[in-house]
């Protein structure tokens, strides 16, 4: 088994990434009140990379601007406190990581759409939920693939391959091989990394949501019901594998119906949109 070994190398891994640390100290901000647009701009300043990638994407046709934005000021006043939070996380997480095999456009637009597809199923279902921890939570749930990639990358490309090939679970696999999943493996980096526990824990069991305390049970179920709606589109992770089985009572227990797949399907449409033009504009 794997299993210490992977611990051990993760636990050498240094601090996160700038951008991301710059991410995590702009949501910390906009969950206070009393920030300004100014401070916002002033902290995402810090790193012109993301200063340029936020103002690309601010000026493309998914948001249909008419007036060109020209500063980070503009961009905060048009797309709000919130999408400015989602577009420099998710530049800040698809620039911190590397991948050697898994595909990287296909990996991010899967994990891109679901966050945004968790934002539409908490309007749809009513839960009240906030969406901005939804859509970290989205973005972040298969971030282990792309960490055992990264770190663990001969290794893992065996086990990715068999999962591929044979058609068979990837968390099945990896449990078999390393003893450990992409779950856990993406929880623990993230609670080195100190990412609140509200995303640890939904990463950690977005597989499984029911093993989820009460005050984080219906983001993880959120969250893995729009992982299963991404992939049975067919906007999978990379792995290509569509599983068969799915915990029903989640979709009772939304307060969904056969009638909401229509709406639910033309959300993913949109949201992939989306997903594209972040991936094209703020990728590496």
């Keep these: 088994m794997y299993r210490n070994s992977i611990l051990q190398r993760l636990n ?17 901000l906009i969950r206070d009140p009393n920030t300004s647009a100014a401070q916002i701009g002033r902290v995402i300043r810090l790193d012109p990379a993301l200063t340029g990638k936020v103002l690309k994407i601010a000026n493309s046709a998914i948001y249909a601007t008419r007036h060109r934005i020209v500063s980070l000021q503009q961009a905060i006043a048009r797309l709000g406190f919130s999408e400015i939070r989602r577009i420099t996380m998710s530049i800040a997480v698809i620039n911190s990581f590397k991948s050697y095999f898994v595909d990287y456009e296909k990996f991010w637009l899967h994990s891109i759409t679901c966050a945004y597809l968790c934002t539409a ?63 856990e493996v993406g929880a623990f980096l993230l609670n080195r990394w100190k990412l609140p526990d509200r995303v640890v824990n939904v990463v950690m069991n977005h597989h499984q949501p029911q093993k989820l305390d009460p005050e984080h049970e219906t983001l993880g179920k959120m969250v893995y019901l729009a992982n299963f709606i991404c992939n049975n589109r067919g906007i999978d992770n990379g792995s290509g594998f569509f599983p068969e089985g799915f915990y029903d009572d989640i979709w009772d227990e939304l307060g969904l119906s056969v009638e909401d797949v229509p709406q639910l399907i033309d959300s993913v449409l949109l949201e992939t949109e989306k997903a594209k033009e972040i991936l094209r504009l703020g990728g590496l």
């Design 121 to 183: 199923l908490n309007k749809q279902t009513n839960r009240k939920a906030n969406d901005d921890e939804l859509y970290i939570n989205g973005l972040l749930h298969d971030i282990g693939v792309l960490v055992l990639d990264q770190y663990f990358t001969t290794i893992y490309k065996k086990v990715f391959e068999i999962a591929v090939k044979r058609r068979f679970d990837l968390p099945l696999v990896e449990n078999k091989i390393l003893g450990i999943n992409h779950a």
């Design 12 to 28: 050498k891994v240094g601090e996160a990434p700038t951008m991301l640390t710059i991410s995590l100290e702009i949501d910390r």
